[in-house]
């Protein structure tokens, strides 16, 4: 019985993802990387924007088009927010169910009940990854009001510390080497037990030998003075996506966002100083309701004083249930395309900047695989999370770290690191 999983969205849908390919196989399940060989679909899907629907219904499509024969188990927020035409569907798990997705699937699918095996290798280098989504917590007490994922997935809810570990612990013992902790609201971690985020990654350093740590999306509030005082452990990775959503005070408050743009930049500043080597990323909402020029210069300006070097950049979308869908004043649909292409031409003129920066530094990059499956280059991350493509030796370098020099390619896009012919093995 072959599965093949497949995700849309967010880290977390990625961590599910995992952790039903672990249970799939399990099973005796084997996990595959096409749709074509599969006898079963799982697709994780995604509602956070219309763009996000649209993709999510487009996978459906194409998995329903590319394996007839298998059968198709859906869920995700799109699954449990929307209607879906059930024609090709076999199974339907909403988000509060899909804790036990694989024993709903077998049972309501009849599915061969195989004997237990214990996995040879992480399904994870089965689906041809290598970093590791852990899923920490779910769900988020605040409500941002363009937010749908909050009505999709709940209240917030945080796994125990001892869990955690002992995932992590597991995944270290079949090879993998980094892994990124993820959740809807990070930070949130531990307040339904009376722990906080700090505890969890204090845990994860002192009780594994996971040689990277990173850290999902972190709202850019809330956040403890002692946090900071993680990254002088090397193994706790220096970056940070801080979302940002506005620059603009009066569209921050009409998202019923935390933090006003003095409190984001006093965050930074701390965040800075206290990691000298620390690299920013975030998300942008453009074109949100109500939204002046005035105010996406203002956005334009604090992107730029700050210096991320990856933007997320949604076009607003309204979301049913969402209070931002009720705002009067919506901006035209060509005025919020071109904001986003303003924003992403500004990223790009950063990024470069950013790059320039870290020529003639060395930096340990983790080996994701063959840079567009060319096995002629490879590619994978810094420390700091900049992407670096390398020339190395014939052979198979996935799931290696190196220390590399770094260049810049020609191309601007990635670092660059030519090892051949250094004597790497």
């Not at 497949?6 to 977390?12: E, P």
């Not at 459906?60 to 090709?88: F, I, W």
């Not at 904001?339 to 020529?359: G, K, N, T, Y």
Request: aromatic fraction near 6%.
């Amino acid at each position: 019985m072959r599965v093949h999983l497949t995700a849309l969205g967010c880290r977390l849908n990625e961590a599910e993802l995992a952790s039903w390919a672990r249970a799939f196989q399990e099973q005796g399940y084997e996990i595959v990387r096409e749709t074509a060989g599969a006898d079963l679909i799982v697709v994780n899907t995604c509602a956070v924007t219309q763009e996000a629907v649209r993709k999510s219904r487009k996978l459906l499509r194409r998995a329903q088009r590319q394996n007839a024969r298998a059968k198709l188990v859906v869920s995700g927020c799109l699954a449990t927010l929307e209607s879906l035409d059930s024609s090709g569907i076999d199974l339907l798990v909403p988000n509060p169910d899909k804790e036990r997705l694989v024993e709903i699937a077998i049972a309501a699918l009849d599915l061969p009940r195989l004997p237990w095996i214990a996995p040879g290798s992480n399904p994870l280098f089965s689906r041809g990854r290598h970093r590791a989504f852990v899923k920490v917590q779910d769900g988020c007490r605040h409500r941002c009001t363009f937010c749908v994922v909050t009505l999709a997935r709940g209240e917030e809810r945080s796994r125990t510390l001892d869990s955690v570990i002992a995932e992590i612990n597991r995944l270290v013992s079949e090879g993998v080497q980094e892994a990124v902790l993820s959740g809807v609201h990070l930070g949130g971690w531990g307040n339904d037990f009376g722990l906080a985020l700090p505890d969890l990654v204090e845990g994860v350093l002192r009780h594994t030998d996971l040689p990277r740590l990173r850290l999902g999306s972190l709202e850019p509030w809330g956040i403890a003075d002692r946090f900071w005082a993680l990254f002088e452990n090397p193994r706790c990775l220096p970056h940070l996506h801080l979302p940002l959503q506005s620059g603009s005070d009066r569209i921050l408050r009409r998202m019923a966002r935390r933090n006003r743009r003095v409190d984001f930049l006093q965050l930074v500043q701390q965040a800075r100083e206290a990691v000298p080597d620390l690299n920013l990323s975030t998300d942008i909402i453009a074109g949100f309701p109500g939204e002046t020029e005035a105010d996406w210069q203002q956005t334009l300006e604090l992107v730029e004083r700050v210096g991320f070097s990856q933007v997320h950049t949604f076009v607003y979308s309204p979301r049913r249930g969402t209070k931002a869908a009720t705002l009067p004043d919506p901006v035209p649909p060509a005025i919020q395309r071109a904001r986003s292409r303003a924003m992403h031409e500004l990223v790009d003129r950063m990024r470069r900047q950013i790059f320039q920066a870290q020529l003639g530094r060395t930096s340990a990059v983790l080996i994701e695989g063959p840079f567009s499956g060319n096995h002629a280059e490879w590619f994978g991350y810094t420390a700091n999370y900049l992407p670096v493509r390398l020339r190395l030796p014939a052979g198979d370098w996935s799931n290696r770290i190196l220390e590399v020099p770094l260049e810049l390619h020609p191309e601007g896009t990635h670092l660059y690191a030519d090892l051949l012919g250094q004597g790497h093995e």
